[in-house]
């Protein structure tokens, strides 16, 4: 064992990433379990991809680029001294963990990223476009993001000085912003008309979100890099901030529409886990349920919003990851408590500094996203081609058929 290595530490991490990376199966599940039949196969698929892509172009060059210094000094992207992992051996640390172990750890958080984009555009794309677009988008958004955020040399949290504990800007805004920008970027006339993605299987969404509750433990407390100090309240938010949640959807719902379904239940439980994850090791208990509650009614009205718009965004990946991505990051000017960051949010007596540093990195890094995922998604569009002919032509009906509650589509749209 190397000298500084922490066993308890590196074993809690080594489990975590475990549980991360069984969170796009996961993912596949609980998409693949909202489209219709046909489409089934083209979620799992999508999902799996992310997995063979993306891990390849992180241990080849995304990795180095994330975290392997800083050219320049900005903070905005690392170097390429460590390609292919180049000189990074079983004893090579980062803190007290093996280097190797970390960087799978955050492998698994670019994974899941990717994968949770193609809600967005289920049913309308070619998997061969799909494919390019993931590896692009891996390396042009995803890295830089993670170098803003996770990296010690990054902008976001180092420079600028904003907090996100888990990665509410570079996992859930990140994806929710990019969701919007492809539903914007391959969206033709007559989708709205003619689009729609009925659930076939309720109980496959519910095995989906089964496993990505299960691996968002890892996923949050894992972000501590340690098995003591932020990460038992990291672990114990994410459950409040899943169950907060489900109380505010299930409360609105019934005041709303006089009844609550389940893909809303299941839906409202990730919505609270996506808004606690970068405010997990920030808050405390009450903050987590709070957050969760708001989590629960803000997405709600933003997945009811969005037939208003006319956005059709499939899966509700805007609805649910961007909006709460970004519940949870302003929450953190509100709630953070300054236990193991020392920063202090609005109602325990840090004033509002924090919270502007919170939306100057939401916007930041949503823009960002949805810049440069438009002009990739168009690109690939004209090139290999992204947008499936007539994706929805079969489909009866159109866009509005889908909601999470068919018979309470009407009152919401």
């Known amino acids: ?45 999508m999902s799996f991809a992310c997995l063979c892509i993306v891990t390849v172009i992180w241990f080849l060059f995304g990795w180095s680029l994330a975290f392997s210094g800083d050219v320049g000094g900005a903070g905005l992207i690392g170097n390429l001294k460590q390609v292919a992992m180049h000189g990074i051996g079983p004893d090579e640390l980062t803190g007290r963990i093996p280097t190797l172990i970390f960087s799978c750890f955050m492998l698994s958080f670019a994974i899941i990223t990717v994968a949770l984009i193609s809600g967005s555009i289920a049913g309308r794309t070619r998997f061969d476009g799909w494919m390019a677009f993931a590896a692009i988008w891996t390396v042009l958004v995803y890295i830089p993001l993670a170098h803003w955020v996770f990296s010690p040399h990054g902008w976001v949290t180092q420079k600028l000085g904003a907090l996100d504990f888990a990665g509410g800007t570079v996992v859930e805004l990140n994806s929710g912003m990019a969701g919007l920008a492809c539903v914007l970027a391959l969206r033709r ?10 659930p076939h299987s309720i109980p496959l969404v519910a095995i989906g979100l089964g496993l990505l509750w299960f ?19 990291a672990f114990i938010n994410t459950q409040l901030g899943a169950a907060g949640a489900m109380a505010g959807w299930w409360v609105l719902d019934r005041v709303r529409f006089g009844k609550v379904d389940m893909i809303g239940v ?4 990730v919505a609270g886990m996506v808004a606690i994850t970068p405010a997990c090791g920030e808050v405390n208990t009450l903050g987590a ?18 037939f208003r718009l006319k956005i059709d965004d499939t899966l509700d990946v805007v609805g649910v990851h961007g909006w709460g991505g970004i519940v949870g990051m302003l929450a953190i000017g509100l709630f953070a408590t300054g236990t193991f960051s020392g920063k202090e949010g609005l109602f325990f007596h840090g004033g509002a500094a924090l919270l502007g540093k919170q939306v100057v990195a939401v916007l930041a890094c949503g823009a960002y996203s949805f810049v440069l995922t438009w002009l990739i998604a168009k690109a690939v569009d004209k090139t290999v081609g992204f947008r499936a002919a007539d994706a929805y032509a079969e489909v009866p009906g159109g866009m509005e058929e889908r909601a999470y509650s068919f018979d309470m589509l009407e009152e919401r749209g």
């Open 1 to 45: 064992m190397p000298a500084g290595v922490d066993s308890g530490d590196t074993a809690w991490l080594m489990a975590s990433t475990a549980m991360v990376l069984l969170m796009t199966p996961g993912l596949a599940f609980f998409y693949g379990g909202m489209v219709r039949t046909s489409h089934v196969l083209v979620m799992l698929r």
């Open 189 to 198: 006339p007559g989708d709205l008309a003619r689009g729609a993605e009925r």
């Open 215 to 233: 691996g968002w433990f890892g996923f949050n407390a894992g972000s501590a890099l340690q098995d003591q100090g932020a990460a038992p309240s």
């Open 266 to 269: 299941l839906t409202s439980a």
């Open 289 to 306: 349920i709070l957050i969760g509650l708001a989590a629960g009614i803000v997405c709600s009205f933003a997945i009811g919003f969005k």
